[in-house]
């Protein structure tokens, strides 16, 4: 529509044949076209050359970040783990202290690794019934593996399931089940706690991992015992506390050298204790 010519911008129509530069310009334009053209070419030939010689150089390093899954594939720094209360499978809706009391007992030996960081108890319990996914446990309590399992009695057998999950992507790292009477009980215990042990260690960033076995100072029914009464204190059912403390002390009574019984016994005293709103007063309750 408008050309440049010596004396300014003039319309198309304005400019003579002999004024007019635009064949000068198409030649100008068409020049440049064919030799950036050449030079792209040159520049593909030189670089395809320089990869099928094997010049390293000549190859691009591109950084490629891996992807989460690639990523906890080589992950060797596990160190953190929730144990979720194992699931209670039985027709009897009561039996679900076992199931609690195992897992309590299978993070307590997990945490006296000093190298391993184990979520609370109570925070890992507060999952029970809720049913959440590996990633939403791994994401609110900040953990890299997660134990979930769950625990079915039938008459004085027990079967008992566990599984170590990776959070990162939800590979099972172990997985074992068991079917033992119920005087084995404490015998199963120790082996998932080994199994999850030597399941985890090529997994953490220690070089060696050592647990003590749990040793087994009571029976069967007293340990039935011990863990009602825990979950009767856990769950705040409405029994009232000197019943509770009654029963942490029969608890002592019948295996004197177990040490976790005498904590809870004085665990329901100090919470029975006006500190905490209870009619005994601290002093009475701390001594």
Known sequence: AFEMTPEGIKRTEDVSPEESVTQDTGRWLTRL????????????????????????????????????????????????????????????????????????????????IEELRVAARTSSFYFRDKDPTIAEVAQALNVDA???????????????VAQLIRASDSVHLWSSKYDRPLDDYFEVQDDIARQIMRAMMPHLAVD????SKLETLISPEVFEQLALAKKQYYDETGVALPQLREQFTEVTRAAPDYAPGWSWLAMSWLTSSSAFGGDVAVEAARE
């Open 33 to 112: 076209t064919f030799g950036l053209m050449a030079a792209v070419i040159v520049i593909l030939l030189v670089d395809r050359q320089g990869v099928f010689s094997g010049d390293e150089a000549a190859v691009p390093q591109v950084q490629v970040n891996p992807t989460p899954t690639e990523s906890a594939a080589v992950d060797q720094g596990l160190d953190s783990i929730a144990v979720l209360p194992f699931v209670n499978m039985s027709s009897d809706l009561e039996n679900q202290f076992f199931g609690d009391g195992l897992a309590e007992e299978i993070l307590n030996q997990l945490a006296s």
């Open 146 to 160: 997660v134990l979930e399992g769950s625990i079915q009695r039938s008459g004085n057998t027990i079967r008992v």
């Open 208 to 211: 060696q991992v050592s647990a």
